[in-house]
């Protein structure tokens, strides 16, 4: 129990998800104001951050012509004086007397032609020293979490263990957690603090990379379901109305190498940007297993992609069956080497039994239970898809327990799309554009909207249901359908249909089309309110045309001024390679946001910056240190704190 916190307090903590004696000490200040430079008044200088001592020579409340409430107040010491400014803070009468002894700090300006520090902090916790600023609440501000945190850092550290090794921390000079705990919240100087947050950073990389290898070791212990044996896929490959790309042939030698694997099941994550061929080697995989008597689960993230993935197998392969919730299929009855492609429904299927080949598409779009719902102690053989661009330092981070295989390059056929962001002057052109195009040419066109209605607090950001109705009145002689998640199954797929029969010459949409979604007569997509959406997204919807040989556009509209948004908007135009895209959105978006686009369940990072590849580099080299140094060290270690409440009523 921390002194101080009682129930009331510790309801206002939990609102920033502090909710034990860990959390408290894990809540780091987001930045920091360096007031360790006490200077006496006469050798302050304007626009310097500064501690000043002395005595308070002058106080009052005013109340200006304007109706504003100001305290203003006068601090002395033996070279000069200083004014002291402080806005609606009437209670401050009863706290700074006249003649009291004060430390107070700032930042120095000028005001009214006399140096003066504006909204100064003041005593012993905020002044003389470098002070944290913390993420905040409604009654909780920073100057709290600075008394709460150095009065009872002693109490908080107390339990805290080190899971770094002794001798690695000695050999890499890094500080001792508690000490790195200590520094972040109150820190000596600036190399200190720098360290802290090295340590604490390198904390939170190496807690994740050392779950991925255990994981990955965990692995390596199971057998694979079903053995299978080599057979020729050449008949299959002969059926493509294509030629296999290098890349392609690469990544199929890996997974045939991983399939026919006796001693332990693949684990294989296949990245490849949209439209770069990955369906085609899941293809052959199921091809393979189909030719041992065994059978394949290809798992699709939703019903629309997964009736995708039916027709494209059905193509070419025999035995092919579709189930979801809508369509049942008694799977007692199949043939042994069915290949089942299914949505979620066939999770909660019992006694699957003969699973050579699991085949995940869009893996972040299953929860964790829904992931792991055929692995035991011999799992399928599992190849995870994702057209998800993933940046170099997640996958070392966070992929370690999976193999990885990449398609880079992009069927020979494929012209890279044509990407322009649209101002909002040039709108009306943009939709004569349109019109004229899709007249002239008999192709098709996306239009997407972030939400399906209007929302009360985003009253500028585009809605699918409200720009459907403008669309009609601004194409009056085209065909225009709505599609978004809330319509029914039965009557999206009936949408599809017509639009694939080209019975639709625009579709306005929500994101549900982001994944997968193959029509190659929609040569043009206009995606509103961009800025929205974060640029692997974009990416993604972007992906949705271009799929034949045709010439296709990428229209992007923004309400926002923001050179930020415009300067992120404007890259995408300049690039078509999903790995630069996503190395760039985690520069400038952060690990967070990237994180909601491939996997949902990553802990948040607070200090460990994903871009930072010296960071990620530094971390592998020290835990193959720990491994290498002491193969009996529990890696568990790096992943556990106590976890106690903050109050006894808590």
Not at 493 to 508: G, M, P, R, S, Y
Not at 607 to 619: D, G, P, V, W, Y
Request: hydrophobic share 35%; with cysteine.
């Amino acid at each position: 129990m921390i002194p101080g916190i009682g129930p009331k307090t510790a309801e206002k903590l939990q609102k920033l998800g502090i909710n034990t004696k860990k959390d408290l000490l894990f809540h780091f200040p987001h930045r920091y104001l360096d007031f360790s430079n006490i200077q006496k008044i006469a050798h302050i200088s304007t626009n310097s951050s500064v501690t000043v001592k002395g005595k308070i020579t002058f106080f009052q409340n005013i109340y200006t012509k304007s109706h504003k409430n100001l305290q203003k107040a006068t601090i002395t010491d033996d070279t000069g004086s200083l004014t002291l400014i402080w806005f609606n803070q009437p209670y401050l009468v009863n706290i700074i007397k006249i003649g009291q002894q004060l430390a107070v700090a700032g930042n120095v300006s000028l005001f009214q032609n006399k140096a003066t520090i504006i909204s100064p902090e003041y005593g012993y916790y905020h002044t003389g020293k470098i002070i944290a600023i913390y993420p905040e609440t409604k009654g909780l501000t920073s100057k709290w979490f600075r008394k709460t945190l150095q009065n009872n850092i002693s109490l908080l550290i107390k339990d805290i263990k080190d899971p770094l090794p002794s001798k690695i921390i000695s050999k890499y000079n890094l500080l001792p957690l508690t000490k790195a705990l200590q520094e972040i919240h109150s820190p000596t100087n600036t190399n200190l603090l720098n360290q802290s947050r090295l340590r604490l950073a390198l904390d939170e990389i190496i807690s994740l990379q050392s779950l991925a290898y255990l994981q990955k070791q965990q692995w390596l212990n199971y057998q694979p379901q079903v053995i299978l044996k080599n057979k020729p896929i050449q008949p299959i490959i002969k059926k493509l109305p294509f030629s296999l790309t290098k890349d392609q042939k690469k990544v199929w030698q890996d997974i045939k190498t991983d399939l026919l694997s006796n001693t332990k099941p693949m684990n294989r994550l296949l990245q490849g940007d949209v439209g770069s061929g990955k369906t085609i080697i899941a293809l052959l995989g199921a091809y393979l297993a189909s030719q041992n008597q065994a059978k394949t689960i290809f798992l699709a993230p939703t019903e629309i992609l997964a009736h995708q993935h039916y027709n494209t197998f059905k193509k070419y392969l025999k035995n092919v069956f579709f189930l979801s919730n809508q369509s049942k299929l008694n799977l007692s009855k199949l043939p042994s080497n069915a290949i089942i492609i299914s949505t979620h429904a066939i999770i909660y299927q019992k006694n699957i039994q003969n699973i050579a080949f699991l085949i995940i598409d869009e893996q972040h779009k299953f929860g964790v239970k829904q992931r792991s719902f055929l692995n035991s102690t011999n799992p399928p053989h599992t190849l995870t898809m994702t057209a998800t661009p993933i940046p170099r330092t997640i996958s070392l981070t966070f992929l370690g327990n999976l193999d990885l295989s990449v398609i880079d390059s992009m069927p020979k056929h494929r012209l890279p799309i044509k990407t322009f962001v649209v101002p909002n002057t040039k709108k009306a052109d943009c939709h004569q554009w349109l019109d004229t195009h899709i007249k002239k040419t008999k192709q098709q066109a996306f239009i997407v909207c972030p939400f399906i209605e209007i929302s009360e607090t985003l009253n500028t950001v585009k809605s699918a249901k409200n720009e459907f109705e403008k669309l009609k009145k601004i194409f009056p002689d085209l065909k225009l359908a709505l599609i978004h998640g809330k319509i029914k199954s039965k009557d999206r797929e009936k949408i599809l249909k017509d639009f694939q029969a080209n019975k639709i010459n625009i579709l306005v949409t929500t994101p549900i089309i982001e994944v997968g979604i193959d029509f190659p007569n929609c040569t043009t997509i206009v995606i509103l309110s961009a800025d929205r959406f974060g640029l692997a997204q974009l990416h993604q919807l972007r992906g949705r045309v271009g799929r034949g040989d045709k010439q296709s556009f990428c229209y992007l509209f923004s309400e926002s001024e923001n050179e930020k948004v415009k300067k992120r908007l404007e890259f995408l135009t300049q690039h078509n390679s999903g790995q630069k895209i996503a190395e760039f959105d985690l520069k400038i978006r952060g690990p967070g946001e990237i994180f909601s686009t491939i996997q949902h369940g990553f802990p948040s990072l607070k200090l460990a910056n994903l871009s930072n590849t010296k960071l990620i580099e530094f971390s592998q080299k020290v835990l193959k240190d720990i491994i290498k140094t002491n193969p009996k060290f529990d890696l568990q270690l790096l992943n556990k704190h106590p976890q106690e409440k903050l109050t006894s009523n808590n």
